[in-house]
């Protein structure tokens, strides 16, 4: 039994959810950035339209 199981069947399955929800939302967070510079950084959006796409909207939903 490898060490990895023995610690994934200590921790209850609340804990793997919160874990993962928790990276999801660090990944999100991450891409959100980068979509931000990739939109403005040509001539798809102007920066204050990004800014509120990056900023504003996320929280509208």
């Known amino acids: 039994m490898g060490r ?3 610690v994934s069947a200590a921790a209850p399955r609340v804990v793997w959810i919160l874990a993962a929800g928790r990276f999801v ?3 999100g967070s991450f891409i959100g950035f980068f979509l931000f510079l990739y939109l403005t950084s040509g001539t798809i959006l102007a920066p204050p339209v990004g800014a509120f796409v990056y900023d504003v ?3 509208l939903l």
């Open 4 to 6: 990895f199981t023995r």
């Open 25 to 27: 939302n660090a990944a």
């Open 57 to 59: 909207a996320p929280r």
